[in-house]
């Protein structure tokens, strides 16, 4: 979405959410999650904003936190321009019509004790909004907008394929008209052909409904050209965020070279010659000094080590909290020579694509 002027539908402040762990033993202090910390950023009217990162990151918790399914420890929510932080329970019950949310499991997130017509048809009877024959015309509506059958409102979950039950749940979102969805990797669990026909129906529906879509997921093929912007998060933070053709084109974080250069690309001549670093996410209980993402980051420094970096504004545009991150982006920078083991592999990847395109074998190792 291009209009920077567009209206704001929702504005998190300063947003943090922190768990008490198991403690380690009986005398232990409980240590302390720090799921989502201090993360700000506005989604517009109308647009796909996603949000993305490994597992372990903090955007389901992020996703939830902006629907208050749970409960921030700091920081504002604000949706259509309405603080919703402390919003009673009633009131914010009444509210959640306007706000939906499609959850990752089509599997979990039906109860199989009830027909889909009851599945769909509940939220309208929750909030009043219809009963009887109206909802069962309301549900058979909703079934032929997902691509499914009226008559299908009389089968349980039970006899429906991934696919086919996640469009119930996005029938069951759909059914009380709200303007905001949220798909907490609504298709991370189906098979790839199918992620694509749900990603579509998805697109079709909010072109319909004129529909706000917040999409979290850790696969950024899969947001690439559904996203009208991408905000990066690791380890409970924002690191990058950026409209989604300038973060492809030219990503500035580290951390989303990295993701970038995770992308499967069949064409060995066509991968990218970054480096994909090693090592598993941190602890949220116990996180590094400094900036959060350099015991892994191939190009940290010394202020790395030391200066935790804020979200800022680039010259090109993006929201990056990187102390170098246009020197990597550029390369112009003497600092940042790959290690030797990256150099290495660059080296590899380079004589394997010379050997397929001269139609040889793979040099050895």
Same mark, same amino acid.
């Given at each position: 979405?291009?209009?920077?002027?567009?209206?704001?539908?929702? #504005?998190?402040?300063?947003?943090?959410?922190?768990?008490?762990?198991?403690?380690?033993?009986?005398?232990?202090?409980? &240590?302390?999650?720090?799921?989502?910390? $201090?993360?700000?950023?506005?989604?517009?009217?109308?647009?796909?904003?996603?949000?993305?990162? #490994?597992?372990?990151?903090?955007?389901?918790?992020? +996703?939830?936190?902006?629907?208050?399914?749970?409960?921030?420890?700091?920081?504002?929510?604000?949706?259509?321009?309405?603080?919703?932080?402390?919003?009673?329970?009633?009131?914010?019950?009444?509210? @959640?019509?306007?706000?939906?949310?499609?959850?990752?499991?089509?599997?979990?997130?039906?109860?199989?004790?009830?027909?889909?017509?009851?599945?769909?048809?509940?939220?309208?009877?929750?909030?009043?909004?219809?009963?009887?024959?109206?909802?069962?015309?309301?549900?058979?509506?909703?079934?032929?907008?997902?691509?499914?059958? %009226?008559?299908?409102?009389?089968?349980?979950?039970?006899?429906?394929?991934?696919?086919?039950?996640?469009?119930?749940?996005?029938? @069951?979102?759909?059914?009380?008209?709200?303007?905001?969805?949220?798909?907490?990797? %609504?298709?991370?669990?189906?098979?790839?052909?199918?992620?694509?026909?749900?990603? $579509?129906?998805?697109?079709?529906?909010?072109?319909?409904?004129?529909?706000?879509?917040?999409?979290?997921?850790?696969?950024?093929?899969? /947001?690439?050209?559904?996203?009208?912007?991408?905000?990066?998060?690791?380890?409970? #933070?924002?690191?990058?965020?950026?409209?989604?053709?300038?973060?492809? +084109?030219? %990503?500035?974080?580290?951390?989303?070279?990295?993701?970038?250069?995770?992308? &499967?690309?069949?064409?060995? @001549?066509?991968?990218?010659?970054?480096?994909?670093?090693?090592?598993?996410? &941190?602890?949220?209980?116990?996180?590094?000094?400094?900036?959060?993402?350099?015991?892994?980051?191939?190009?940290?420094?010394?202020?790395?080590?030391?200066?935790?970096?804020?979200? @800022?504004?680039?010259?090109?545009?993006?929201?990056?909290?990187?102390?170098?991150?246009?020197?990597?982006?550029?390369?112009?920078?003497?600092?940042?020579?790959?290690?030797?083991?990256?150099?290495?592999?660059?080296?590899? /990847?380079?004589?394997?694509?010379?050997?397929?395109?001269?139609?040889?074998?793979?040099?050895?190792?």
């Amino acid at each position: 979405m291009s209009d920077r002027g567009a209206e704001t539908m929702v #504005e998190a402040v300063g947003l943090t959410r922190h768990f008490k762990a198991k403690k380690p033993s009986l005398f232990a202090r409980a &240590p302390l999650v720090r799921a989502v910390e $201090n993360v700000s950023f506005k989604v517009r009217r109308g647009e796909t904003f996603a949000i993305v990162g #490994e597992s372990g990151c903090g955007k389901s918790t992020l +996703s939830r936190l902006l629907l208050r399914l749970i409960e921030p420890t700091a920081g504002t929510i604000r949706f259509e321009d309405r603080d919703i932080t402390a919003l009673p329970a009633e009131e914010m019950r009444r509210l @959640r019509r306007r706000m939906q949310m499609i959850f990752q499991d089509p599997y979990a997130s039906l109860n199989p004790r009830m027909s889909v017509g009851e599945l769909i048809g509940e939220p309208l009877s929750v909030h009043g909004i219809a009963n009887g024959k109206e909802k069962a015309a309301r549900v058979a509506e909703l079934l032929a907008k997902v691509g499914l059958l %009226p008559d299908h409102a009389n089968r349980y979950p039970h006899e429906f394929s991934g696919g086919q039950r996640q469009r119930i749940g996005i029938a @069951r979102a759909l059914a009380c008209g709200p303007s905001l969805l949220i798909g907490d990797e %609504p298709v991370s669990a189906l098979d790839v052909s199918i992620r694509a026909q749900v990603i $579509n129906l998805l697109e079709d529906l909010k072109a319909e409904f004129g529909l706000t879509i917040i999409l979290v997921a850790h696969d950024l093929a899969v /947001i690439r050209h559904t996203s009208d912007r991408v905000a990066v998060m690791y380890l409970g #933070e924002i690191v990058e965020l950026a409209d989604a053709a300038t973060l492809f +084109s030219r %990503p500035l974080h580290p951390y989303t070279r990295m993701l970038m250069a995770a992308i &499967p690309v069949p064409d060995p @001549r066509a991968r990218s010659a970054e480096p994909i670093t090693e090592g598993d996410l &941190p602890s949220p209980t116990d996180p590094p000094p400094g900036c959060l993402f350099h015991p892994r980051c191939p190009h940290a420094r010394e202020r790395c080590r030391q200066e935790h970096p804020s979200l @800022r504004d680039s010259a090109s545009g993006h929201a990056v909290a990187c102390h170098f991150a246009e020197e990597i982006a550029a390369g112009q920078s003497a600092g940042l020579a790959l290690p030797p083991e990256s150099q290495n592999r660059r080296r590899r /990847i380079a004589l394997f694509a010379a050997a397929q395109a001269a139609g040889g074998a793979a040099p050895s190792q």
